[in-house]
């Protein structure tokens, strides 16, 4: 009996061991720590020139600048009373409800069919039935809104301040053309421009494609943006360390033409260059594959971005090629802007493609992300997303809610403003980190 116990002792006490050696280890987890099952693949690819949900970037290359000083530090009506000009946020004023618009805008978006007919026959078809059903797996605490609504753009002109990143990238289509479920929102810009000036936010623009987009029409269209708002106290300008000040424009899908026809827009000996003119800016390509980064350095670009936040999606959106893709944007004299996203989850509009999923947990998957970015000493980071509900990629304030038929995601055990708080936490630790590279 004696020495039954002595076992049961010793068996009690190594439990006891093994759980506090468990628990000490989770505790020193680090944001760094990798996560190799998050990241299956590339099948969605052959839909990226379709875009995504959405459907739907100097000087002469010679004397580009080398880097760039955001130095982005003001207050602001955040809660620590600091923004930073680097961190940048994709930004849609696409939602429409029908208090504002006499209609659901987006919040009813169709199931998009998978392109595969014999796949896309196993899936529903139709579309969502808001205010109950809408067109994301999370649901927003201010409901399913309007875009239009002053009250809505004046709460994510404070969320986005909140999160301490100092500039909203606008998703934008010319006048009087949209995305395929979606209403012309050109004249929604003057507004966006006021309130991210009442917040001290500063605004950049993502051109998305349109049917006949080439680089004939981009030309025209930031002539338009900076003929229109260039003047606004809120019209982001990218300041390089030579101290030269330019707008920056992001370029969605700019895979879709090819170089040859971007340098006629974007080198100084092209047909109709922008370079040395007025309306001369930093202009960044979308690097999806691999090969785009020559396509890229050839089209006479300043830069590329990742925008997707599934990582392993595609080579750009994969952390692990940041690294040498940083390392070719710094010998070709260019800037790389890596996205980072909170998670990714678009079944509520491609019920197909829950393999690209990438869960939230908890937000260690967004803080990943925001340390592979560090890791590579940008200029900028880019978040993706404040608001593409479709695409489950938001850090806006979202709420618990169930229905008959639906049971959205959440964001406990945190609150509402728990991604916004943790951007805000690696805005400040970027921006300590950064100040450390400049020395």
């Known amino acids: 009996m004696a020495r039954l116990r002595r076992k049961a ?77 680097d961190v940048h946020i ?48 999370f649901y927003p605490e201010l409901n399913s809104y309007s875009s239009r609504d002053p009250d809505v753009l004046e709460s994510h002109m404070e969320q986005i301040g909140a999160s301490a990143a100092g500039v909203l990238v606008l998703s934008w289509y010319p006048p009087g053309l949209a995305d395929d479920n979606g209403e012309p929102a050109e004249d929604l810009v003057p507004a ?39 003047d606004h106290g809120a019209f982001y300008k990218f300041t390089s360390s030579t101290g030269k000040s330019l707008p920056l424009f992001y370029i969605y899908d700019s895979y879709l033409t090819p170089p040859e026809s971007w340098s006629e827009f974007l080198t100084p ?27 890229i350095l050839a089209g006479g670009f300043d830069g590329m971005y ?26 070709n004299n260019l800037l790389f802007i890596p996205s980072v996203g909170p998670g990714y989850i678009d079944t509520s509009i491609r019920p197909w493609n829950n393999h690209n999923t990438r869960n939230r947990v908890n937000g260690r998957y967004y803080e990943t992300a925001l340390q592979a970015a560090l890791n590579v000493r940008p200029e900028i980071v880019t978040i993706t ?20 038929t639906r049971v959205y995601l959440d964001y406990q055990p945190h609150g509402p403003e728990h991604y916004l708080e943790l951007t805000r936490r690696w805005a400040e630790q970027f921006n300590k980190e950064k100040q450390q590279w400049l020395m």
């Open 9 to 85: 002792c010793v068996a009690l006490f190594l439990f006891t061991l093994f759980i506090f050696g468990s628990l000490m280890g989770l505790r020193t987890l680090k944001p760094t720590d990798g996560f190799s099952d998050l990241a299956p693949g590339l099948e969605l690819l052959p839909i990226l020139g379709g875009r995504m949900s959405r459907e739907a970037t100097a000087s002469p290359v010679e004397a580009r600048p080398q880097g760039g000083n955001t130095k982005a530090v003001l207050s602001n009506s955040g809660p620590e009373g600091t923004i930073f000009y």
């Open 90 to 137: 994709f930004y849609y004023t696409w939602y429409g409800s029908p208090h504002m618009d006499g209609k659901y805008i987006h919040w009813d978006h169709i199931l998009v069919p998978h392109w595969d007919p014999k796949v896309a026959s196993s899936y529903p078809r139709g579309k969502h039935m808001p205010p109950e059903d809408i067109a994301s797996s």
């Open 192 to 230: 966006v421009l006021d309130a991210a000036y009442r917040h001290s936010l500063k605004v950049a623009f993502q051109i998305q494609p349109y049917r006949g987009r080439n680089d004939q029409t981009l030309h025209d269209n930031i002539k338009y943006i900076i003929d229109r708002y260039g």
């Open 269 to 295: 000996t092209g047909s109709h260059s922008v370079r040395g003119s007025p309306y001369d800016s930093m202009f960044i390509a979308l690097i999806v594959e691999e090969r785009h980064k020559h396509d």
């Open 306 to 331: 990742t925008y997707f936040a599934s990582n392993g999606f595609s080579f750009g959106s994969s952390h692990q090629n940041w690294k040498a893709i940083k390392a070719f944007c710094d010998g």
């Open 385 to 404: 997303s404040f608001n593409e509900w479709h695409e489950g990629t938001q850090i806006e304030r979202a709420m618990p809610k169930k229905t008959v």
